[in-house]
Protein backbone atom coordinates (compact mmCIF):
# COMPACT_ATOMS: atom_id res chain seq x y z
CA UNK A 1 0.00 0.00 0.00
CA UNK A 2 1.49 3.63 -0.90
CA UNK A 3 0.32 6.40 1.08
CA UNK A 4 -0.94 9.24 -1.09
CA UNK A 5 1.51 12.20 -0.34
CA UNK A 6 -0.84 14.47 0.98
CA UNK A 7 -0.35 17.57 3.61
CA UNK A 8 -3.27 15.90 5.68
CA UNK A 9 -1.62 12.57 5.28
CA UNK A 10 2.03 14.07 6.16
CA UNK A 11 0.37 15.54 9.19
CA UNK A 12 -0.99 11.96 10.52
CA UNK A 13 2.50 10.29 9.87
CA UNK A 14 4.32 13.02 11.80
CA UNK A 15 0.91 13.16 14.80
CA UNK A 16 2.15 9.79 15.32
CA UNK A 17 6.03 10.02 16.19
CA UNK A 18 6.28 10.08 20.09
CA UNK A 19 7.96 11.84 22.73
CA UNK A 20 11.27 9.38 23.05
CA UNK A 21 11.25 9.94 27.32
CA UNK A 22 7.49 9.84 27.60
CA UNK A 23 6.60 7.34 24.66
CA UNK A 24 2.76 7.02 25.76
CA UNK A 25 2.79 10.59 24.65
CA UNK A 26 2.98 12.06 20.99
CA UNK A 27 4.25 15.36 19.67
CA UNK A 28 0.71 16.13 18.72
CA UNK A 29 -0.39 15.24 22.40
CA UNK A 30 2.43 17.04 24.03
CA UNK A 31 1.37 19.99 21.72
CA UNK A 32 5.07 20.07 20.04
CA UNK A 33 3.61 19.88 16.08
CA UNK A 34 2.74 23.41 14.92
CA UNK A 35 2.81 22.83 11.27
CA UNK A 36 3.04 20.67 8.35
CA UNK A 37 3.24 22.38 5.12
CA UNK A 38 4.13 21.07 1.43
CA UNK A 39 6.79 23.54 -0.08
CA UNK A 40 6.90 22.36 -3.85
CA UNK A 41 8.38 18.62 -3.58
CA UNK A 42 9.60 19.01 0.04
CA UNK A 43 7.06 18.66 3.25
CA UNK A 44 8.42 21.14 5.87
CA UNK A 45 7.50 20.30 9.55
CA UNK A 46 7.30 23.24 12.60
CA UNK A 47 8.38 21.37 15.88
CA UNK A 48 8.12 23.86 19.06
CA UNK A 49 10.90 23.08 21.54
CA UNK A 50 9.57 21.97 25.17
CA UNK A 51 12.43 23.08 27.21
CA UNK A 52 14.91 24.83 25.86
CA UNK A 53 17.65 22.58 27.00
CA UNK A 54 15.73 19.39 26.18
CA UNK A 55 17.56 16.90 24.69
CA UNK A 56 14.81 15.26 23.01
CA UNK A 57 13.99 17.69 20.93
CA UNK A 58 16.50 16.72 18.07
CA UNK A 59 15.38 12.88 18.58
CA UNK A 60 12.03 13.96 17.82
CA UNK A 61 13.22 16.21 14.74
CA UNK A 62 14.69 12.74 13.53
CA UNK A 63 12.21 10.73 14.33
CA UNK A 64 9.69 13.12 12.15
CA UNK A 65 12.18 12.90 9.20
CA UNK A 66 12.68 8.92 9.57
CA UNK A 67 8.54 8.40 9.72
CA UNK A 68 7.88 10.56 6.84
CA UNK A 69 10.26 9.00 4.51
CA UNK A 70 9.34 5.69 5.07
CA UNK A 71 6.27 7.08 3.90
CA UNK A 72 7.39 7.83 0.11
CA UNK A 73 8.24 11.73 1.08
CA UNK A 74 11.22 12.10 -0.46
CA UNK A 75 12.58 15.51 0.71
CA UNK A 76 11.12 16.49 4.27
CA UNK A 77 12.90 19.04 6.63
CA UNK A 78 12.12 20.01 10.00
CA UNK A 79 11.96 23.57 11.74
CA UNK A 80 12.32 24.52 15.06
CA UNK A 81 10.00 27.46 16.11
CA UNK A 82 10.43 29.20 19.37
CA UNK A 83 7.22 31.39 19.48
CA UNK A 84 4.66 31.30 19.79
CA UNK A 85 6.38 29.93 23.06
CA UNK A 86 5.33 26.18 24.14
CA UNK A 87 3.35 25.68 27.29
CA UNK A 88 1.75 22.79 28.72
CA UNK A 89 -1.34 23.96 28.49
CA UNK A 90 -1.37 23.14 24.63
CA UNK A 91 -1.19 19.85 25.76
CA UNK A 92 -4.42 17.27 24.65
CA UNK A 93 -6.84 16.26 27.10
CA UNK A 94 -6.27 12.65 25.52
CA UNK A 95 -2.51 13.54 26.15
CA UNK A 96 -3.10 13.81 30.08
CA UNK A 97 -5.20 11.10 30.56
CA UNK A 98 -2.63 8.81 29.26
CA UNK A 99 0.08 10.46 31.28
CA UNK A 100 -1.93 9.58 34.20
CA UNK A 101 -2.68 6.37 33.03
CA UNK A 102 1.13 5.97 32.63
CA UNK A 103 2.18 7.04 36.22
CA UNK A 104 3.10 10.60 35.91
CA UNK A 105 0.83 13.42 37.20
CA UNK A 106 -0.53 15.35 34.23
CA UNK A 107 0.49 19.38 34.03
CA UNK A 108 -2.01 21.31 36.12
CA UNK A 109 -2.80 25.74 36.15
CA UNK A 110 -0.25 28.50 36.12
CA UNK A 111 1.35 28.40 39.86
CA UNK A 112 1.54 31.73 41.84
CA UNK A 113 4.24 34.22 40.51
CA UNK A 114 5.51 35.25 43.92
CA UNK A 115 9.05 34.97 44.72
CA UNK A 116 7.88 33.24 47.59
CA UNK A 117 6.70 29.82 46.87
CA UNK A 118 3.09 28.45 47.55
CA UNK A 119 2.39 25.05 46.64
CA UNK A 120 -0.32 23.32 44.72
CA UNK A 121 -1.63 19.95 45.53
CA UNK A 122 -1.33 17.96 42.88
CA UNK A 123 -3.11 14.01 42.71
CA UNK A 124 -1.28 11.15 43.40
CA UNK A 125 -1.68 9.20 39.73
CA UNK A 126 -1.70 5.82 41.39
CA UNK A 127 -4.16 6.45 44.44
CA UNK A 128 -5.36 9.42 43.44
CA UNK A 129 -4.66 11.29 47.07
CA UNK A 130 -4.23 15.38 46.76
CA UNK A 131 -1.99 14.51 50.09
CA UNK A 132 1.51 14.51 48.08
CA UNK A 133 4.29 16.78 48.04
CA UNK A 134 7.19 18.02 46.03
CA UNK A 135 10.65 16.36 46.95
CA UNK A 136 12.14 18.62 44.24
CA UNK A 137 11.29 20.46 41.20
CA UNK A 138 13.72 18.91 39.19
CA UNK A 139 13.28 15.60 38.21
CA UNK A 140 14.22 12.44 35.22
CA UNK A 141 13.72 14.79 32.76
CA UNK A 142 13.21 18.71 32.31
CA UNK A 143 9.84 18.45 32.03
CA UNK A 144 9.49 16.72 34.87
CA UNK A 145 9.17 17.02 39.17
CA UNK A 146 9.53 14.38 41.32
CA UNK A 147 6.75 13.95 44.17
CA UNK A 148 5.52 11.42 46.97
CA UNK A 149 2.06 10.60 48.11
CA UNK A 150 1.74 10.35 51.90
CA UNK A 151 -1.28 8.47 51.59
CA UNK A 152 0.22 5.40 50.06
CA UNK A 153 3.89 6.67 50.56
CA UNK A 154 4.76 5.62 46.46
CA UNK A 155 6.87 8.47 44.23
CA UNK A 156 5.89 9.72 41.83
CA UNK A 157 6.43 12.13 38.47
CA UNK A 158 4.84 14.93 37.98
CA UNK A 159 5.06 16.81 34.67
CA UNK A 160 5.33 20.57 35.65
CA UNK A 161 3.56 24.02 34.25
CA UNK A 162 5.17 25.50 31.83
CA UNK B 1 46.43 7.09 19.64
CA UNK B 2 47.81 9.39 17.33
CA UNK B 3 45.96 12.45 15.52
CA UNK B 4 46.10 10.75 12.47
CA UNK B 5 43.74 7.57 13.55
CA UNK B 6 41.25 9.78 14.93
CA UNK B 7 37.58 9.21 13.07
CA UNK B 8 36.93 11.84 10.89
CA UNK B 9 33.79 13.83 11.96
CA UNK B 10 31.38 16.37 10.57
CA UNK B 11 29.81 19.47 12.41
CA UNK B 12 25.58 19.20 12.07
CA UNK B 13 25.55 22.46 10.67
CA UNK B 14 22.47 21.85 9.40
CA UNK B 15 20.98 21.20 12.65
CA UNK B 16 22.09 23.90 14.32
CA UNK B 17 21.00 26.88 12.32
CA UNK B 18 17.56 25.28 11.57
CA UNK B 19 16.52 27.02 15.09
CA UNK B 20 15.86 30.45 14.44
CA UNK B 21 17.00 31.20 11.02
CA UNK B 22 14.91 28.85 9.67
CA UNK B 23 11.82 32.02 10.84
CA UNK B 24 14.21 34.49 8.71
CA UNK B 25 15.73 36.01 11.58
CA UNK B 26 18.87 37.76 11.71
CA UNK B 27 20.07 39.34 14.14
CA UNK B 28 21.43 43.37 13.94
CA UNK B 29 25.00 43.83 15.44
CA UNK B 30 23.75 45.85 18.65
CA UNK B 31 21.07 42.90 18.93
CA UNK B 32 23.96 40.37 18.50
CA UNK B 33 26.10 42.53 21.37
CA UNK B 34 23.44 42.21 23.49
CA UNK B 35 22.67 38.29 23.01
CA UNK B 36 26.17 37.75 23.44
CA UNK B 37 26.20 39.63 26.91
CA UNK B 38 23.27 37.93 28.77
CA UNK B 39 23.76 34.49 26.51
CA UNK B 40 27.13 34.39 27.91
CA UNK B 41 25.87 34.60 31.53
CA UNK B 42 24.69 31.68 30.90
CA UNK B 43 26.69 29.67 29.23
CA UNK B 44 29.72 30.11 32.38
CA UNK B 45 26.77 29.28 34.78
CA UNK B 46 25.74 26.07 33.11
CA UNK B 47 29.17 25.04 32.90
CA UNK B 48 29.68 25.87 36.79
CA UNK B 49 26.98 23.81 37.91
CA UNK B 50 27.99 21.02 36.03
CA UNK B 51 30.47 20.04 38.63
CA UNK B 52 27.92 19.23 41.09
CA UNK B 53 26.46 16.61 39.28
CA UNK B 54 27.05 13.34 41.62
CA UNK B 55 28.91 16.13 44.04
CA UNK B 56 25.59 17.57 45.94
CA UNK B 57 24.72 17.29 49.05
CA UNK B 58 21.88 14.66 48.10
CA UNK B 59 20.89 13.13 44.58
CA UNK B 60 17.88 15.45 44.20
CA UNK B 61 20.53 18.43 43.99
CA UNK B 62 22.42 16.55 41.61
CA UNK B 63 19.34 16.57 39.57
CA UNK B 64 17.81 19.77 40.23
CA UNK B 65 21.52 21.52 39.98
CA UNK B 66 21.61 19.45 36.47
CA UNK B 67 18.73 20.09 35.24
CA UNK B 68 19.08 24.21 35.42
CA UNK B 69 22.76 23.82 33.91
CA UNK B 70 20.56 22.12 30.97
CA UNK B 71 18.15 24.61 31.09
CA UNK B 72 20.90 27.42 31.25
CA UNK B 73 22.83 25.64 28.27
CA UNK B 74 19.47 25.45 26.51
CA UNK B 75 19.09 29.29 26.51
CA UNK B 76 22.83 30.24 25.94
CA UNK B 77 22.79 28.00 22.77
CA UNK B 78 19.25 29.96 21.32
CA UNK B 79 21.19 33.27 22.55
CA UNK B 80 24.48 32.40 21.10
CA UNK B 81 22.96 31.29 17.79
CA UNK B 82 20.97 34.46 17.17
CA UNK B 83 24.27 36.47 18.26
CA UNK B 84 25.76 34.17 15.09
CA UNK B 85 23.33 35.38 12.64
CA UNK B 86 25.22 39.02 12.52
CA UNK B 87 28.60 37.22 13.14
CA UNK B 88 28.52 34.82 11.31
CA UNK B 89 29.58 32.13 13.07
CA UNK B 90 27.75 29.23 15.04
CA UNK B 91 26.75 28.95 18.60
CA UNK B 92 29.59 25.93 18.42
CA UNK B 93 32.53 28.28 17.18
CA UNK B 94 31.04 31.05 19.62
CA UNK B 95 31.21 29.17 22.68
CA UNK B 96 34.46 27.14 21.83
CA UNK B 97 36.60 29.71 20.19
CA UNK B 98 36.46 32.83 21.57
CA UNK B 99 38.98 33.81 23.96
CA UNK B 100 38.59 35.26 27.40
CA UNK B 101 38.31 38.89 26.65
CA UNK B 102 35.71 37.88 24.17
CA UNK B 103 32.98 36.74 26.75
CA UNK B 104 31.02 38.92 27.76
CA UNK B 105 29.21 37.42 30.90
CA UNK B 106 29.40 39.80 34.21
CA UNK B 107 31.68 38.40 37.11
CA UNK B 108 28.50 37.21 39.14
CA UNK B 109 28.82 34.24 36.80
CA UNK B 110 32.19 33.80 37.17
CA UNK B 111 32.48 33.22 40.65
CA UNK B 112 33.31 30.04 42.33
CA UNK B 113 30.83 27.17 43.27
CA UNK B 114 32.43 27.14 46.48
CA UNK B 115 29.97 24.96 49.34
CA UNK B 116 26.50 24.47 49.01
CA UNK B 117 25.36 27.80 50.03
CA UNK B 118 27.82 30.44 47.37
CA UNK B 119 26.26 28.09 44.85
CA UNK B 120 22.61 28.54 46.34
CA UNK B 121 23.58 32.53 47.34
CA UNK B 122 24.80 32.99 43.35
CA UNK B 123 22.00 30.97 42.17
CA UNK B 124 19.37 33.17 44.27
CA UNK B 125 21.36 36.88 42.45
CA UNK B 126 21.29 35.07 39.41
CA UNK B 127 17.99 33.72 38.77
CA UNK B 128 16.37 37.04 40.70
CA UNK B 129 18.55 38.82 38.22
CA UNK B 130 17.58 36.52 34.95
CA UNK B 131 14.04 36.54 35.97
CA UNK B 132 13.38 40.15 36.14
CA UNK B 133 15.17 40.85 32.55
CA UNK B 134 13.08 37.85 30.98
CA UNK B 135 10.01 38.98 31.69
CA UNK B 136 11.31 42.56 31.21
CA UNK B 137 12.83 41.51 27.26
CA UNK B 138 9.82 39.13 26.41
CA UNK B 139 8.54 42.56 25.56
CA UNK B 140 11.13 43.63 23.16
CA UNK B 141 11.04 45.45 19.97
CA UNK B 142 13.18 42.69 19.27
CA UNK B 143 11.23 39.32 17.58
CA UNK B 144 14.53 37.42 18.33
CA UNK B 145 15.26 38.63 21.11
CA UNK B 146 11.37 38.44 23.07
CA UNK B 147 10.86 35.31 21.54
CA UNK B 148 13.95 33.38 23.92
CA UNK B 149 12.84 35.77 26.71
CA UNK B 150 9.48 34.67 26.71
CA UNK B 151 10.48 30.41 26.74
CA UNK B 152 13.33 31.43 29.17
CA UNK B 153 11.57 32.78 32.03
CA UNK B 154 9.61 30.23 32.60
CA UNK B 155 11.91 27.68 33.60
CA UNK B 156 13.94 30.63 35.37
CA UNK B 157 10.98 30.39 37.36
CA UNK B 158 11.69 27.27 38.99
CA UNK B 159 15.40 28.32 39.04
CA UNK B 160 14.49 31.05 41.65
CA UNK B 161 12.17 28.55 43.28
CA UNK B 162 14.66 26.21 43.49
CA UNK B 163 17.27 29.27 45.52
CA UNK B 164 14.67 30.63 47.36
CA UNK B 165 13.51 27.46 48.69
CA UNK B 166 17.13 26.44 49.90
CA UNK B 167 17.79 30.46 50.97
CA UNK B 168 15.06 29.85 53.63
CA UNK B 169 15.72 25.74 54.46
CA UNK B 170 19.70 27.36 54.42
CA UNK B 171 18.84 30.42 57.01
CA UNK B 172 15.92 28.77 59.06
CA UNK B 173 18.50 24.96 59.27
CA UNK B 174 20.88 24.63 61.97
CA UNK B 175 23.77 27.22 63.59
CA UNK B 176 25.98 25.74 60.65
CA UNK B 177 23.65 25.99 57.55
CA UNK B 178 22.69 29.89 58.25
CA UNK B 179 26.12 30.90 58.80
CA UNK B 180 27.08 29.66 55.84
CA UNK B 181 24.40 31.08 53.51
CA UNK B 182 25.21 34.44 55.71
CA UNK B 183 28.49 34.07 54.94
CA UNK B 184 27.55 33.17 51.07
CA UNK B 185 25.53 36.12 50.44
CA UNK B 186 28.20 38.48 52.03
CA UNK B 187 30.54 37.34 49.64
CA UNK B 188 28.12 37.13 46.51
CA UNK B 189 27.11 40.63 47.23
CA UNK B 190 29.47 42.40 45.53
CA UNK B 191 29.19 40.92 42.33
CA UNK B 192 24.76 42.14 41.65
CA UNK B 193 25.77 46.21 40.93
CA UNK B 194 27.41 44.97 37.56
CA UNK B 195 24.12 43.67 36.47
CA UNK B 196 22.52 47.39 36.61
CA UNK B 197 25.12 49.27 34.93
CA UNK B 198 24.25 50.89 31.87
CA UNK B 199 27.02 51.47 29.17
CA UNK B 200 27.03 53.04 25.50
CA UNK B 201 25.13 49.79 23.77
CA UNK B 202 22.08 51.30 25.81
CA UNK B 203 22.18 54.33 24.58
CA UNK B 204 21.55 53.19 21.13
CA UNK B 205 19.55 49.99 21.54
CA UNK B 206 16.10 50.31 22.92
CA UNK B 207 14.92 47.25 22.53
CA UNK B 208 16.17 45.40 25.22
CA UNK B 209 15.66 46.43 29.07
CA UNK B 210 17.99 49.28 30.66
CA UNK B 211 20.19 47.40 33.40
CA UNK B 212 19.11 50.16 35.92
CA UNK B 213 15.95 49.60 35.06
CA UNK B 214 16.27 46.50 36.47
CA UNK B 215 18.01 47.01 39.85
CA UNK B 216 14.49 48.06 41.76
CA UNK B 217 12.39 45.09 40.76
CA UNK B 218 15.51 42.56 41.58
CA UNK B 219 16.29 44.20 44.73
CA UNK B 220 12.58 43.90 45.98
CA UNK B 221 12.35 40.52 45.50
CA UNK B 222 15.98 40.01 47.22
CA UNK B 223 14.87 42.14 50.24
CA UNK B 224 11.68 39.79 50.40
CA UNK B 225 13.33 36.99 50.50
CA UNK B 226 15.75 38.09 52.59
CA UNK B 227 12.93 39.15 55.09
CA UNK B 228 11.09 35.72 54.96
CA UNK B 229 14.48 34.49 55.79
CA UNK B 230 15.25 37.21 58.74
CA UNK B 231 18.52 37.69 56.59
CA UNK B 232 19.84 40.96 57.06
CA UNK B 233 20.88 42.82 53.83
CA UNK B 234 24.78 41.92 53.60
CA UNK B 235 26.37 45.87 53.51
CA UNK B 236 29.57 45.56 50.91
CA UNK B 237 31.27 47.52 48.73
CA UNK B 238 30.59 47.27 45.26
CA UNK B 239 32.83 44.65 42.83
CA UNK B 240 34.61 46.87 39.87
CA UNK B 241 33.90 43.63 37.77
CA UNK B 242 33.51 45.03 34.17
CA UNK B 243 32.84 41.64 32.25
CA UNK B 244 30.44 43.55 29.10
CA UNK B 245 33.60 44.44 27.73
CA UNK B 246 35.38 41.73 28.13
CA UNK B 247 37.38 42.28 31.43
CA UNK B 248 37.43 39.12 33.81
CA UNK B 249 38.57 38.02 36.87
CA UNK B 250 40.75 35.41 37.50
CA UNK B 251 38.19 32.92 37.58
CA UNK B 252 36.96 32.89 34.02
CA UNK B 253 40.46 31.33 32.29
CA UNK B 254 40.30 28.30 34.29
CA UNK B 255 36.32 27.67 33.38
CA UNK B 256 37.27 28.41 29.93
CA UNK B 257 40.17 25.85 29.40
CA UNK B 258 37.81 22.95 30.78
CA UNK B 259 35.14 24.22 28.80
CA UNK B 260 37.07 24.20 25.50
CA UNK B 261 39.39 21.91 25.53
CA UNK B 262 37.67 19.07 24.06
CA UNK B 263 36.51 21.18 21.00
CA UNK B 264 40.29 22.64 20.65
CA UNK B 265 41.89 19.53 20.53
CA UNK B 266 39.24 18.14 18.22
CA UNK B 267 38.35 20.98 15.76
CA UNK B 268 34.75 19.82 14.09
CA UNK B 269 34.29 17.19 16.86
CA UNK B 270 30.29 15.49 17.28
CA UNK B 271 28.82 12.99 19.23
Not at chain 1, 52 to 75: H, K, N, R, Y
Request: glycine share 6%; charged share 25%; hydrophobic share 40%.
Amino acid sequence: MTTVLTPASAWRIAAEVVDPEIPVLTIEDLGVLRDVRMQDESVVVTLTPTYSGCPAMDQMGDDVILALTAEGFADVRVDFSLTPTWTTEWMSESGRQKLEQYGIAPPGPKPASGPIPVQLGVKCPRCGSLRTRSVSQFGSTSCKAHYECLACLEPFDHFKFH
Amino acid sequence: MSAETEPSVTVTDVELDAELTSTGLVASADEAEYALRIGDDSLILAQQLGWWISRAPELEEDLALGNIALDLLGHARNLLHFAGTALGKTEDELAYFRDEHEFRSAWLFEQPNGDFGHTIARGLLTSAFQFELYTQLAESSSPGLAGIAAKSVKEVAYHRDHAVQWTLRLAGGTDESRSRIERALINTWPYLDELFRDDELHERFDAAPRPSALREPVMNVLRQVLAEAELDEPKTSESSGDGRHGHHSTYLGPILAEMQVLARRHPDASW
